[in-house]
């Protein structure tokens, strides 16, 4: 079962905690992330814009034939998007490419050599153009980016011109496809009046002929007589069948028209021949609803599998369904007036003829009926020759008056300012990849540092206390001075863990650390000097003999030592040495030979703290890291209590718990931990544990001035030793 005891609820501080350790990595990563987009943004080529508004209608001025009501369309998405598509054609775009010399600008801005004529169009798409529609408008924007801004200027109003130009020559097209049939029953109109023409001629010649040179015919009619009511009514028959013929001529050539056209092109037709009707009507515009609500399905994100897009794209079959059948029903039904007109004009002949035969019945040795007849037959295809002309004659003047199915709305001028690179955005960017970067690698390392960096991390993970928070950058007290704000992290370390006399002997204390460089050697020092300045009779043993360091700090010699003691050449009084310090005396590790490492046993180590416990109130024991060397453990097993130093934000805390384990299995008295080297000044969260900064901020400008000379003398003189030393000093300088 896992110790739920163990979890830790992090606040905002503890983030913040790590915001401010690790804020050097933050602030490179960010120099770095910023500065090369500064950098590199400065090296891009500078793109200029320039654009051109059109707008584009549907139909262009009335381009059908048959029209007699202006049609009114709505914004078509369909038919936009079709536009769309048109204007970044090849048809289009080819034209201007070739007629501005693109290939050549391109292949120098590029570098690229031999393209093809669909290389250079794909280029120019990709790095030129960029189209778009102003919502529920007819307005569409052509965009032309280029490192010139004249020549995107150019490029656009190239663009629109050319795709009015297109525009133009489709409708100019699909006039002319419109009154073809049209003219041509003109023509042929023409040719039977032609015919009919010459036969009358042919008549009255024959008749001159017979009669004689001398007989007069006037006014259409023989001289034998004035026109019957049957010539009257024969008269008027040819009438109504030239007017009949008429519409039947027009719905005839309207069929023909339409009989072969799509569905979709019948559509756009039937409002233009005024054939739409209210259904037809009513169901266009719920089709258009449709479309246009599964589109903003679609731009909120749902995709085809989604209910209601299935549900609309449904709904929007059906309507196209029902669309469909009543535009075929209303091409049938035109299909079927242009055959009854037919029909009519038929029935209309007969019953003339029907006139026409009666008449000669009734005189049939009037040898005028022939040429009267054919008179009457050719005013008749005149009158219906005179009406064709007429109605032709109205639609080519019609189709005269120029078309606008495209309108440039706004030219496209030179713009003097760069859209790329957009050096504002980029940096706000780059502001903000750089902060993201930086603060997550520094919660990414932080996540990866396993050392300890906190109070909770000892006890969570050490199951102990901390006795003792000991701030960065300290010196023995000795360089600093017995007033050293410092001093107050150790007077509470000595007050927690009571360091005083014993009725029955000195107090034993070793600190140990899990590996070099923790700090335990200062540690353990200031410890003893701050308990002989308070009055305290304190000896300081050295027991490190590989790597000693308290010789140095107090600048004494550094034999005999206990190592002259273990291997028998000098008694154990004579090691002790007094120092400057009032209270202290120390015992030097003094050199003990390779062959005899290990000399310190159990035996040994209780001899000497039974030897001096009688003398001393206080014994500090410097020991050696606990991993790996067998003197810190004989040490830890004989005093009376152990402290364990751990350098804050240094080594793994899996070593530390090893240490505390080590000592536990020594049978040592572990009393609590002292966090070493802590950045209080980063680390907030240690201020409320150590009066150090308020000691810090008492400090008047002169004495935090004399400390810093102080420490300066101090590290100088450590420096001269060292140099004198030789390899030893180097040795100390570890601890």
């Known amino acids: 079962m896992p110790d739920h005891s163990d979890e830790v609820t992090l606040h905002f501080s503890d983030y913040w905690r790590i915001v401010k350790n690790r804020w050097p990595i933050i602030l490179t990563i960010f120099i770095l992330v910023v500065g090369t987009a500064y950098f590199y943004s400065r090296g891009l080529t500078k793109i200029y814009s320039s654009y051109v508004t059109v707008q584009v209608d549907k139909k262009g001025q009335d381009e059908t034939i048959f029209k007699n009501n202006p049609e009114n369309f709505g914004v078509d998405p369909v038919f936009l998007q079709t536009e769309f598509e048109i204007i970044k054609s090849k048809t289009v775009l080819y034209p201007v490419i070739e007629q501005l010399n693109l290939k050549s600008v391109i292949s120098q801005r590029f ?12 280029f120019f798409l990709r790095q030129y153009l960029n189209v778009q529609q102003f919502r529920s408008t007819k307005l569409i924007e052509i965009d032309v980016e ?77 001289q034998q007589g004035s026109a019957s009511l049957l010539d009257m009514q024969i008269q008027n028959q040819e009438a109504k069948v030239a007017s009949a013929k008429t519409d039947a001529t027009v719905k005839i050539a309207l069929y023909n028209k339409i009989k072969d056209l799509s569905i979709q092109d019948l559509e756009n037709i039937l409002p233009a021949i005024n054939k739409e009707d209210q259904n037809i009507s009513n169901l266009r515009q719920t089709y258009l609803s449709n479309q246009s609500y599964i589109i903003s399905l679609q731009q909120q994100g749902l995709d085809a599998e989604h209910p209601k897009v299935k549900s609309a794209v449904a709904a929007l079959a059906k309507t196209r369904d029902q669309l469909d059948k009543a535009i075929l029903g209303m091409r049938e039904g035109i299909k079927y007036d242009s055959e009854v007109s037919q029909q009519t004009v038929s029935a209309m002949e007969t019953e003339l003829k029907m006139l026409k035969d009666q008449r000669r019945q009734t005189d049939p040795s009037d040898s005028w009926v022939d040429l009267e007849q054919a008179q009457r037959d050719l005013e ?3 009158q219906i020759l005179n009406l064709l002309k007429a109605r032709y004659q109205q639609e080519v003047i019609d189709n005269q008056i120029k078309a606008y199915p495209v309108t440039i709305i706004n030219q496209a001028e030179s713009n003097p300012r760069p859209i790329k690179p957009k050096l504002l955005l980029i940096m706000i960017a780059a502001v903000a990849a750089g902060l993201f970067l930086g603060v997550s690698l520094a919660f990414f390392i932080e996540y990866l540092d396993t050392s300890i960096k906190s109070l909770d991390d000892v006890e969570r993970y050490l199951k102990t206390s901390v006795v003792g928070v000991i701030p960065d950058d300290v010196d023995p007290l000795i360089n600093e001075g017995a007033d050293s704000p410092n001093g107050e992290a150790y007077r509470i370390l000595r007050a927690k863990i009571d360091l005083k006399g014993k009725e029955d002997g000195a107090t034993t204390l070793t600190i140990v650390s899990g590996g070099p460089g923790e700090g ?22 050295d027991v490190d003999f590989r790597r000693h360091s308290l010789d140095k700090i107090l600048n004494v010699e550094n034999q005999p030592g206990l190592a002259d003691f273990l291997i028998g050449s000098t008694p154990l009084h ?7 310090v009032p209270n202290l005396h120390i015992i ?38 606990i991993l790996g060397i067998s003197d810190a453990a004989v040490v830890v097993h004989e005093v009376d209590m152990t402290l364990l130093a751990v350098q804050h934000r240094r080594y793994p805390r899996h070593i530390s718990l090893r240490a505390k384990n080590a000592i536990t299995e020594m049978q040592g008295r572990f009393v609590g931990v002292v ?31 004399k400390l810093k000379k102080v420490r300066k003398q101090a590290k100088q003189k450590k420096g001269q030793e060292t140099n004198t030393s030789g390899s030893t000093g180097s040795d100390a300088e570890q601890y």
Do not use: W
């Open 588 to 625: 030097t590790s003094g050199k003990l030979p390779s062959h005899c490492m290990g000399a310190l046993s159990p035996a040994k180590m209780a001899e000497i703290i039974a030897t001096l416990k009688p003398y001393y109130e206080v014994i500090l024991f410097d020991a050696p890291p």
């Open 520 to 541: 335990k050697s200062t540690t353990i020092f200031n410890l003893a000097y701050v308990c002989a300045y308070s009055g305290i009779n304190t000896l300081l043993v």
């Open 574 to 580: 004579d090691c002790i040495r007094s120092t400057d």
């Open 675 to 705: 966090l070493n080297k802590v950045q209080l000044r980063s680390d907030d969260s240690y201020y409320y544990y150590t009066s150090y900064y308020g000691y810090e901020e008492g400090y008047d400008k002169a004495s935090k001035k």
């Open 380 to 382: 008749s295809q005149q």
């Open 111 to 122: 570098g690229v050599e031999n393209l093809t004529d669909d290389q250079v169009y794909q």
């Open 146 to 222: 280029s490192p010139d801004p004249a020549q995107a200027a150019e490029i656009a109003n190239t663009i629109a011109a050319q795709y009015e130009k297109y525009r133009i020559d489709k409708l100019q097209e699909g006039i002319n496809n419109a009154i073809a049939p049209f003219k041509d029953k003109v023509e042929e109109q023409e040719k039977l009046v032609a015919d009919l023409n010459a036969k009358v001629g042919t008549i009255r010649e024959e008749r001159r002929k017979k009669l004689g040179p001398d007989y007069v015919i006037a006014g259409g009619a023989t």
